[in-house]
């Protein structure tokens, strides 16, 4: 499918990101980078896509109607061509919103000389005509002829070899939207779950997906609405100074159901549907709101980014879920101590899911004990500890009844 023809489905309603897929999170240099490779006529990758008639939850306010037949659903390549429409249209594909757009893209611009491309800076392109913007390349709003014309008109000469390098530049640019985007295609046939499946096997063998974010998509195969619902609390939170990203929720619901930091598979059945919403009325409405009170009013942490590691937060959470959030002073009061010697000890800033993975063990071993750590094994009272080490050293954490 050529690149032109990609742009046309979405906008025609043919081509739809679905709703399980991560936002948009390319930054402007991935856009640099992929324009230039075009440019190049280097590869590129392709996408997947899935024929169906059966579509999950679409992303945008568009709602499938069965009148449409089999459309198709982008289940890779979201990122690339989610900056190729932004930079050749000049504007958001329909599949999304302003605020979720955390990088904008568009505004590249290329040197038609010299196919250097940068975002604007005034000093070096406001007087030099080669210095024009992509999107206006693509609309054919600027030809190479112009720019020969203002570079004559600067008083430059331009001989026939450098009229020609301007024009076979432009060209180049103009030909990305005939470039092919090699497509392969999962059949009608397909259900649901066996596209996400595909869609998991297809990321997991790169490093663009975390497995959290591979969970997630798997979550929101079988629960549509669960982005949207986390994304609200997560602005909630953020609006008393705790900011996170959707990852810490997967984090979250897998420590509050499985006591694991690991084992991001045991959230991809469908099977968890019924249980991970059942978790995260209490979750959402009441753990969440707990954790963040407890530590503005007795850690005194207003923000987030005054801590090194978000994640310490985690066992945290899954303790006061498992206590149905009523703890007592004391327990508060150990818990606070726990929570500063995971930051001293910089205990979750490296090897996150098996440090998480042992600290819950803890947890679960433990529903009715209170939960401290101390530096030294030195320590009074009927403790029982789960020994773990780190590069700072030891660190242990301990129950007391």
Known sequence: MKISQALDKIDEKQLFVPAFQREYVWKRDDAKQLVDSLIKEYPTGTMLTWETNTPPELKGSHKYNEKQGAVRILLDGQQRLTTLYM????????????????NDTRGLYVNVETRELEYYKKLKMENDPRWQNLTDIFQRKVRAK???R???????EVPRERDDLIDDNVKSIENILDREFPEQTIPVKASI???????????????????AELALAQISGYWPQARDIFKAKLTELEKRGYTFKLDFIVYALLACL??????MHFLHDQKNDGPI?????????QTLDYVANIMQSHAFIDHTDEV???????????????????LTGLQIKKLVKWFYYAQIRTRYVSQLPQKLDRD??????????????CRSSRTSGPLKSARTSSSAGRFRTHFTR
């Open 146 to 148: 112009d720019v020969v």
């Open 258 to 263: 499985y006591h694991s930091g690991s084992n």
């Open 87 to 102: 930079l050749i249209r000049g504007d958001l594909p329909p599949y999304y919103t302003a605020p979720e757009i955390l």
């Open 360 to 373: 819950l063990k803890v947890v679960k071993d433990q529903p009715n004990r209170s939960m401290t750590c």
């Open 308 to 326: 090194n590691s978000i994640y310490a937060l985690v066992p945290i959470i899954a303790y006061c879920f498992q206590q149905d959030g009523h």
């Open 193 to 211: 779950r066996e596209a996400i499946d595909i869609f998991y096997k297809v990321n997991a063998s790169g490093v663009s997906l975390t497995e």
């Open 277 to 285: 919403q059942e978790a995260w009325k209490k979750l959402g409405s």
């Open 150 to 156: 203002s570079l004559e008109d600067r008083g430059e």
